[in-house]
């Protein structure tokens, strides 16, 4: 979890429309009313609190947000350690029958929601002093704050919230229910970058024309002009909300915003508001279709996702957690995209398997903004080989990090703004004229695709795999991987815990012998081998940022498998001659001939390797980790699974395109 975690809970979702303070991002503050009141004091909160029905017991974190109802805190539930963000509300704010009744239906409104784009609402109680309501933590805060970091976002971001945000509100219209309350500090985005709508402290059921609340409520610069006339709330209404965030996105402010309240009512009833010129023509035509004052003439929510802003234009699939920040580089997808999804989904289907979410021994990692420390970053030149050959976003894992120094950016952030649609490779520098004995990268992908495409071939139909060796010859493979390709390079540790860097220049430093020997290779055929105690200067460096890569997996990654096998010093580890990420899967290929693909998703493994006698060996290893390893020729004449079948029929794809890469 991150240190920066924000609960899903906007501060000023606690207090009643006549006591909210200034819109998070910006803006004219609601009126005053009589019936404000300033914040009673409120005891202090114990460090840990018991919910007597159940005897779970919580620790308190720390202030995520305050209002004038109640505070927010992250709190621990001390059993399962799962962290919530808890709206802790005084029972003396809520003494009066209305104060109760307002909080109780809260509550129970939002405990029949379960949408992906809703805040989770997990439980609640009480005790003499508190009432405590406990939701889900979305650790990148709000689009309050992006906007705040950002000020404007790009037309792909924009498509991408808004998906999001009109899933969650036909979801809630589709319940009867309005929210009544639609703004940035309102949408939540946590750690995968997805948004979740919160904040049901407005919400209501739709009733008919003739029932409608005539309320004046919500923040002022999203109000609708029928709610401002008190004509009732419908569906238009949430609409309207949605048309003022799109604007506030795209030009940087709300747009009735002014410097006097009833300027700023007066502008929304008369639908006055000024249309910067850098907004494409398609952008302007949808905020102009959903700003209409009658709501009848307003687009609907199924008109909005049909308006050519959104057919027309490109949306990405996963934002980087740096686009909070900064400005991300995203590209509509590549032919190679669209290839590598349509194969993923002939073989496997378009459902992902549901998988227990346990710590991964790979990374693509977001915590490993903190990896690096007082390192010379000069001595590491950066000539990265991109090739076009399918989008790069691997799902990551959360870990946390225990380090010290932040850098500029983290691996997956910086490698998300690099492209979206791309696949990245790594590939060892090599001598313009390599040794024929000395494998290639190239050499490696035809091989497999030579023995791995006549295996496909020939092999019969079966319902299950063929016996497997019972005592496979011992081999390498990685176990843990992390990439941090924007800065270094690709860090993995072999099945013998031996660690290697591929570096972004193409150079390649191991550690093996428990860290005592240290190979280095400035090419395919040249090799060095030094003591980790009497190490050249020029190579302390990257030593060093090996080193921290090993700890971090040590730390905080899973083994990949079952397959150990003792640290060999004798001879240099293999090394990683270069490395594939596409949608789905991490292509690994070593100067020994053996080949890696690991799939994300479920975490299941392909191994390709020789044996000593020359035949091929293909391990599997299941999404419970464990291994199998066949003669490939078993499989050949024998079948296997579907399961495995289609992971090969995919690694051959992948070879097939990236040999023709």
Known sequence: MDTGCFAAVNPDMFKP??????????????VKTSRTKPEQSKPELAQVVTDSRTGRRYSKGKLLGKGGFARCYEMTDLTSNKMYAVKVIPQN????????????????????????????FSHHFEDQDNIYIFLELCSRKSLAHIWKARHTLTEPEVRYYLRQIISGLKYLHNRGILHRDLKLGNFFVNEN???RLGDFGLAAKLETVEQRKKTICGTPNYLAPEVLNRHG????????????VMYTLMCGNPPFETLDLKETYKCIKEVRYNMPSNVSPTAQKLISGILQKNPSDRLSLDQILNHDFFSKGFTPDKLPPSSCVMVPELHPPSPAKKFFTKVAKSLFGKKKAKVEKIPCEEKDDKDLSKLVSGIVKSSINRQISYKTVGPNEAPSTTGQLVSSVPLEQTPAEEESRKSISRSFKGTMASSAEPCEDVL??????????????????????????????????????????VDYSN???????????????????????????????????LTNNKHFTFQASSLPEQLRSQKQIVELMANYMEQ??????????????????PLLLQWVKTDHA????????????????????????????????????????????????????????????????????????????
């Not at 419908?234 to 048309?243: A, P």
């Not at 540790?493 to 005592?516: A, P």
């Open 193 to 195: 970058m997805e948004l």
């Open 17 to 30: 429309c006549s006591e909210r303070g200034p819109p998070q991002q910006g803006g004219v503050p609601p």
């Open 487 to 521: 800065k270094y390079g690709f860090g993995y540790q072999l099945s013998n815990r031996s660690v290697g860097v591929l570096f972004n220049e193409g150079t390649h430093l191991s550690l093996c012998d428990q860290r005592k020997t240290v190979h280095y290779c």
């Open 556 to 573: 905080n990654l899973m083994e990949g498998g079952d397959l150990h096998c003792d640290e060999q010093t004798s001879s240099p580890p």
């Open 440 to 481: 290639t990268p190239a050499s490696v992908t035809e091989l497999a695709l030579k023995v791995l495409s006549s295996c496909l071939a020939t092999m019969p139909s079966a319902t299950r795999n063929p016996p497997c060796l019972s005592r496979p010859q011992t081999f390498l493979w990685v176990s843990k991987w």
């Open 233 to 244: 709330h419908g569906t238009e209404s949430d609409v309207w909300s949605l048309g003022c």
């Open 93 to 120: 704010r809520v003494s009066k029958p209305h104060q109760r009744e307002k909080i109780t239906n809260e509550i129970e409104l939002h405990k029949t929601l379960s949408h992906k784009h809703v805040v989770k």
């Open 586 to 661: 991490l292509l690994m290929l070593f100067n020994n001939g053996t080949l890696q693909v690991n799939f994300y998703t479920d975490h299941t493994k392909i191994i390709l390797c020789k044996s000593s006698d020359g035949s091929y060996l293909l391990t599997y290893i299941s999404r419970e980790r464990v291994s199998y390893t066949y003669l490939l020729s078993m499989l050949a004449e024998m079948g296997c699974a579907s399961e495995l079948r289609h992971r090969l029929r995919y690694v051959v794809q992948l070879l097939h395109h990236h040999a023709d890469a």
